[in-house]
C-alpha cells in the first residue's frame, strides 16, 4: 500500500529531539496564550486546543503512558506524580514559550511541550511519543539510560501507532528502513562499540538522523530479532542499569563480552529484512482501529451482517457509540483510507456478535476481538494466526 498512507511522518524523523537544560522560563509563559488545565489520569494537560482535540490529546497521553509502563515494567522507579505538558495551537506561542524551531516537540528537563500541527498530526504526535518518554523515564528512574538506549527507545516508542484503545508498537517505516540499509552498505554508522559509549554530551554536540536511526535499530533489534532471542536479555540490561549498576557491567552481564560478533549479528539482520518487514503490523493496527469502531457500535444495538453494510455506515459517518466511549473521527477516515491496501474483509459470527477479519497478502489472517458491558465498551484486540500457524493474542487493553 502507498507509503503516504502508513507512514507520513518520516520528515519528524529529523526533529531534533535533544534533552534541553532548562524549563519554560515564567515570564515566557507570562506571556504565552490562554492555557487551559486538565488534569488526566497520567499528566497535567495545558492547552489552548479546541474540546475535541483535547479529547483526543487526552485519550493519546493516557495510553502512551499506559505503553511506557508495560514495556519497562521491572525498572528501578515510579512515576508518581502527574507529569506536566503544554500542547499548544499555534506554533509562535510554542516558541515563544521555548519550543525550538523547526520541532514539533521538546522536553525541556521539566516540561513536555509540543505543538499541535493541523496539517501534520502524525509528526505533532511522533514528537509527543518520542520526548514524552524522555519525560517519562527520567521521573521514573533518573539520567542513568545510555544514551543510545533513551534516545532509541524514544524513537521505538515515537513509530507506535495510536489505534483508540491501545498503541501498537514495534512497526518498521519501510524509508527508514531503506535509509538504514543504505548507511550500513556504505558503512556511515558508527561502530556499535562507539555508539554504546556515546556521551550526552557528544550526542547532543552532533544531532545527526544517522545517530537517530542507529539507536532506533539497535533497540528494535534487541526487541524483536530471532523471534525476541534478545529480549530479555535487554530488559536485564535495562532493569540492571536503573538500579544504578554500570552500563560496561550491565551489558556483559546480560548481553556477553563479544560486542564485534553482536554487531555482526544486528548489521546480518538489517541487511537480510524484506523492504516492509511490517506490513502485517500495520494492518493488525488497522483491524484494532476499525474494530474499536464496531465495538462501540455493537454496545449501542447497532449491528451489522456484513463488512461491506459495516465500511459503508462507516463512510457515511452513520456508527453510533457512548459519548464516554468517543474516538477521534480522524482515526475513523484514515483506517478506511488504509483498509483496502491492508487484505481481504469480512464479518464472522462470534458467540452473539459479529467479529471483523483482514486476510493479508501473506496469508497472514487478523481477527478483531472485542468485549462489551452494558452500554461501554471494555477491551479491544485483535487475534493473530500466520499462514499454517495457531492464532495467538489479544493483545487487548483497559
Not at 520528515?11 to 492555557?35: E, F, M, N, Y
Not at 534516545?151 to 517505516?173: K, M, Q, R, S
Not at 556477553?256 to 538489517?270: I, K, L, P, Q
Not at 456484513?306 to 457509540?321: I, M, N, P, V
Request: charged share 20%; glycine share 8%; hydrophobic share 40%.
Amino acid at each position: 500500500m502507498p507509503e503516504s498512507i502508513r507512514y507520513k511522518n518520516l520528515a519528524s524523523l529529523r526533529i531534533l529531539c535533544a534533552l534541553c537544560a532548562s524549563a519554560v522560563p515564567a515570564a515566557a509563559q507570562s506571556r504565552g496564550p490562554d492555557l487551559r488545565t486538565y488534569e488526566t489520569r497520567y499528566y497535567t494537560l495545558h492547552t489552548d486546543l479546541a474540546a475535541d482535540d483535547v479529547r483526543e490529546a487526552a485519550l493519546r497521553i493516557t495510553l502512551m503512558a499506559e505503553e511506557y509502563y508495560h514495556r519497562t515494567e521491572g525498572l528501578a522507579g515510579a512515576v508518581r506524580e502527574r507529569l506536566p505538558f503544554y500542547l499548544f495551537r499555534d506554533r509562535k506561542d510554542y516558541a515563544a514559550c521555548g519550543g525550538r524551531p523547526g520541532t514539533a516537540g521538546v522536553f525541556t528537563g521539566t516540561l513536555l511541550m509540543a505543538v499541535a500541527d493541523a496539517k501534520n498530526p502524525d509528526a505533532t504526535w511522533h514528537a509527543v511519543q518520542h520526548e514524552g518518554f524522555h519525560q517519562f523515564v527520567l521521573a521514573a528512574i533518573g539520567p542513568r539510560l545510555p544514551m543510545w538506549a533513551n534516545e532509541g527507545l524514544a524513537e521505538y516508542f515515537g513509530h507506535g501507532v495510536f489505534t483508540g484503545d491501545e498503541f501498537i508498537v514495534g512497526l518498521i517505516p519501510p524509508a527508514r528502513l531503506a535509509r538504514l540499509k543504505a548507511a550500513l552498505k556504505d558503512d556511515q554508522l558508527r561502530p556499535l562499540h562507539d555508539m554504546l559509549v556515546m556521551s550526552a554530551e557528544a550526542w547532543n554536540g552532533a544531532l545527526t538522523a544517522a545517530n537517530y536511526d542507529e539507536a532506533w535499530s539497535m533497540v528494535h533489534f534487541l526487541a524483536h530479532a530471532g523471534g525476541g532471542r534478545y529480549q530479555q536479555a535487554f530488559i536485564g540490561f535495562l532493569r540492571d542499569v536503573s538500579h544504578k549498576a554500570g552500563w560496561e557491567q550491565a551489558w556483559l552481564a546480560n548481553l556477553g563480552g563479544d560486542v564485534d560478533a553482536f554487531e555482526n549479528r544486528w548489521r546480518e539482520y538489517w541487511t537480510r529484512l524484506p523492504d516492509d518487514p511490517t506490513a502485517d503490523l500495520y494492518a493488525q493496527a488497522v483491524v484494532s482501529t476499525l474494530t474499536g469502531f464496531l465495538a462501540r457500535s455493537f454496545s449501542q444495538r447497532q449491528y451489522f451482517q456484513e463488512a461491506d453494510e459495516f465500511f459503508a455506515a462507516a463512510r457515511t459517518g452513520q456508527l453510533k457509540a457512548h459519548h464516554e466511549d468517543w474516538l477521534p473521527p480522524r482515526l475513523l477516515d484514515e483506517a478506511l483510507a488504509a483498509a483496502p491496501y491492508v487484505g481481504q474483509w469480512s464479518l464472522v459470527r462470534k458467540t452473539g456478535q459479529r467479529a471483523l477479519v483482514c486476510s493479508t497478502p501473506t496469508g497472514t489472517v487478523l481477527e478483531g476481538t472485542f468485549r462489551v458491558d452494558g452500554s461501554r465498551v471494555k477491551s479491544v484486540g485483535v487475534n493473530v494466526a500466520e499462514a499454517g500457524a495457531p492464532a495467538r493474542g489479544p493483545g487487548g487493553t483497559k
